[in-house]
DNA sequence: GATAGTACTTTCCAATTGGATAGTAACGCA
DNA sequence: TGCGTTACTATCCAATTGGAAAGTACTATC
């Protein structure tokens, strides 16, 4: 049986948190920085497929939300450093369970 | 530490989970399921804010990855009755876990 | 005879998204 | 002199998404 049973308070809880992670995007960002911090073109060579006009975005609202830091450092050509939040960091348990049911979805539906 | 630290093959099983998931309704219908079938305009009550071209759209999404069921009845007017799969209700933790992260990201972030 | 009810589908139109491409600042290096 | 480098930003344009509203089939009910 699920959590809450479909009750609508659980339901605002998993609204909130979809508003955070919206788009296809952001969690795969978020693994990317979970093996420790990258640079911009770290990112958009780890992140197969998005461009730079979509990640620079993404990192954007991953900031504001505090899921990630954006450290810049004062060299030339300039370096900006993005890592994980304590905060981001606690997604861990849905990324891993997003993984294992990836993983399942693939054995049962795609291949 | 995360799952797999960054490992390229977690980061497509979490690729394919997002893709059979993807949007700001497939969860939510779900979890709306999760408690039970439910016919189209319950459901539609129920996920605040769908429209009902958008809801038609999702459900056929969903059904074709097997995650719920769509059963006709033959009544006037017309019956039909959805409910989840086994598949689907596997992402139950999923939900669990982005339920939990929700509640603390509302703490934190949002209010 | 008009209305309500169900589960959609269709149409129209506006808004958003997404890709390709190029530009920018400022320095090191050949 | 001029190219490479980094982290973006800007522009243009095509494609997709998304909402509002009405339509459809058919019966039961008032």
């Not at 479909?6 to 979809?18: F, M, Q, V």
């Not at 060299?75 to 981001?88: A, D, K, W």
């Amino acid at each position: 049986m699920l959590t809450g049973n479909g009750c609508p308070k659980t339901a605002l809880s998993i609204r909130d948190a979809l508003e955070a992670l919206e788009g296809r995007w952001k969690l795969l960002i978020l693994f990317a920085l979970s093996s420790g911090p990258k640079r911009f073109r770290q990112l958009s060579a780890e992140v197969t497929g998005i461009t730079d006009k979509v990640l620079s975005k993404e990192l954007k609202a991953l900031e504001m939300n505090r899921l990630i830091n954006r450290q810049v450092f004062d060299t030339f050509p300039p370096t900006v450093e993005y890592s994980i939040t304590e905060h981001g960091a606690s997604l861990e348990k849905v990324l891993e369970e997003l993984h294992y049911w990836g993983l399942a979805h693939r054995a049962k539906i795609i291949g």
